[in-house]
């Protein structure tokens, strides 16, 4: 477990976060520049915040206040890299042994002979780290970083420099090593897929600040600002106007789409947004439907997406995503289709 607050001024950047997570995987995710990684040094000990509190499982890493600042080595952090950052000159094994913090040479020998069995690398304990393979390697520094029983486990953009068909691979590998894991791990990435599919929980990072936060579905589903969305792929947007929220509907005017949208309930915000799988076809006369003119397609490689436009819009086109497979041929020039009220999403800027 771990709760941070964290407020660290660089000048012509400042990091200001706070956040808790249990024993789960808490993603990061945020473009370049973010503070993520920030935040990950910080944590470690690598970097020294100007104030804040960073407690994991009980132990104080570090108060402001109180004047506690744990060495690195004292707050027992893993860290795994993209590179890995195995020693070139060591063989596995060797690597794995100075994962192993307490005991004697024998047993840091027994320990890392251990982690070679348990994490799949039989077989390989005298080979150098350049004789392996991708996959190998990663299992390795894994092995070297879960043998020490690290407090926290910290995961810094491991997968960023994989072909994706590596990456899935890798994916897969890692997570399955995690389930052993019993602490909190918390994975640093900008890929929205990437923590979709790792993550119980995330942290949405802009300019140093976390702009939403929660559990990973309801972050997803709704995400709050309009940074959030964009950075987990909506890709719809447009500015509000008209908005009034009586008996029970919100209505608003959706000036880029050129749209009168309903909504149930009492809602605030400055940006509609919708995703473009939640788009439907429907029939004139529905909720929220609308005459559209198809103004372009790109064919994805499971879907095709249709740019839409109702005349008198002044934003970007609509995509509206569509599975390939569907029975219904692609419409041409117009097509009517609805915003569902579920899936519509009010924003802050």
């Known amino acids: 477990m771990i709760e941070a607050k964290i407020f660290k001024d660089y000048g012509s950047f400042r990091l200001d976060v706070e956040f808790s997570a249990g024993n789960e995987v808490l993603a990061l995710l945020g473009g370049s520049g973010s503070g993520k990684s920030m935040t990950l040094r910080c944590i470690a000990g690598v970097e020294t915040p100007d104030r804040g509190r960073i407690i994991v499982d009980g132990q104080v890493f570090f108060d402001s206040e109180k004047h506690i600042n744990l060495t690195p080595q004292q707050r027992r ?154 950075l987990t792929g909506c890709k719809n947007f447009s500015r509000i106007s008209g908005l009034t929220a009586e008996n029970g509907v919100t209505r608003f005017h959706a000036e880029d789409w050129n749209l009168d949208l309903t909504i149930p309930g009492t809602h605030t915000g400055q940006v509609a947004a919708i995703r473009g799988h939640h788009i439907v076809s429907a029939s004139p006369g529905d909720p929220n439907a609308f005459e559209m003119e198809i103004t372009g397609a790109i064919e994805d490689i499971f879907e095709h997406v249709l740019l839409l436009r109702k005349p008198g819009a002044t934003g970007a086109p609509i995509h509206w995503m569509i599975p390939k497979g569907s029975p219904e041929p692609l419409p041409q020039k117009t097509v009517t289709v609805s915003f569902p009220a579920e899936s519509l999403m009010l924003l802050q800027p």
């Open 77 to 230: 952090v893993g860290i795994l890299f993209q590179n890995y950052a195995l020693f070139p000159t060591m063989t596995v094994l060797e690597n794995i042994m100075t994962g192993v913090r307490t005991g004697r040479k024998r047993e840091k020998w027994q320990a890392a002979e251990a982690a070679l069995i348990r994490y799949q690398l039989e077989g390989l304990g005298d080979r150098y780290p350049a004789e392996l393979s991708g996959g190998q390697q990663q299992r390795a520094a894994l092995a070297r970083i879960l043998v020490g029983n690290p407090r926290i486990l910290m995961l810094d953009e491991p997968f960023s420099a994989l072909d994706s068909h590596l990456r899935d691979r890798m994916e897969r590998e890692v997570m399955s090593l995690l389930k052993d894991y019993s602490g909190t791990t918390i994975l640093v990435s900008h890929s929205r897929d990437e923590v979709y599919r790792m993550a119980d929980s995330v942290a949405v990072y802009d300019r140093g600040q976390i702009n939403a936060q929660g559990e990973k579905h309801q972050v997803f589903r709704n995400p709050g600002t309009y940074t959030a969305a964009l």
